[in-house]
């Protein structure tokens, strides 16, 4: 009878053990808790991606600002130098026209110019009958009538068409009408204005710079810390960081 007792304790303790693995295996093990665990992880890596996502999304923004703002500066420049290459522009326009006059004054008068003069001077001279009688007008009215004045006035136009016939028939003897006309244009022509263009390098020679990321890298082994280090090259922190950890994985 013990033996038979002592067999049934032992039934009885090996089926509960049973159920309790049982139980506790399922329960471990079972398909709901592997996706549980699965579901858990997925979690976990989609708050890490969304945090990382963050960091480039503001790491892009803060580039973003950097160029629109370089862009700003470009602009600027870009202006103030089209105004200064203006200015210079209208300065050697002006010294090129008063250089243009000096030689123009300076340059010794031809043969024809030269008979231009005097013909002009001729033409356009006032004989001393006409002063005399210019003289005699400027009197008061009371000595002469209106009638008078007219006749004066009249016979000194004559004398000057007079004048001027004879002095041409002169000219024409000297000197062809063709070569007087040439030399009157070539002395009324002003000459063509010169200009200097400035032609701008494409490829302006430009100082090797560091990158942004040798700058932050040589700042933080100064000991600087990330958030001076982004106030000094006006750069997101998270970047900062991002390129310090980099460094660090890549020693």
Do not use: C
Request: hydrophobic content about 35%; cysteine-free; overall charge negative.
């Amino acid at each position: 009878m013990e033996g038979a007792y002592f067999s049934l304790t032992i039934l009885i303790i090996n089926i509960i053990l049973w159920l309790y693995f049982y139980y506790k295996f399922k329960k471990t093990y079972s398909p709901e808790k592997v996706l549980k665990s699965i579901r858990k992880e997925v979690d976990k890596l989609f708050k890490e991606i969304m945090r990382v996502a963050d960091e480039d999304v503001s790491i892009i923004e803060g580039r973003i600002k950097g160029l629109k703002a370089l862009i700003a500066e470009a602009d600027d420049r870009i202006l103030r130098a089209e105004n200064e290459i203006a200015k210079r522009n209208r300065e050697k326009q002006v010294l090129s026209d008063l250089d243009a006059a000096n030689k123009q004054e300076s340059k010794p008068k031809t043969t024809s110019q030269k008979k231009l003069s005097q013909y002009e001077q001729t033409a356009f001279a006032v004989p001393p009958e006409k002063k005399r009688k210019a003289s005699k007008v400027e009197e008061p009215a009371s000595v002469y009538g209106e009638k008078e004045e007219e006749q004066l006035e009249f016979d000194s136009a004559r004398s000057d068409d007079s004048n001027l016939e004879e002095y041409k028939n002169s000219v024409e003897v000297d000197v062809p009408e063709e070569l007087i006309s040439k030399a009157v244009e070539s002395y009324k022509k002003p000459e063509k204005e010169k200009t200097i263009e400035i032609v701008l390098s494409k490829d302006p020679i430009t100082p090797p710079k560091k990158s942004t990321k040798e700058q932050i890298l040589e700042l933080h082994r100064l000991d600087f810390s990330p958030d001076k280090i982004s106030e000094m090259l006006n750069i997101p922190e998270n970047e900062v960081q991002l390129a310090i950890n980099l460094a660090g994985v890549a020693k």
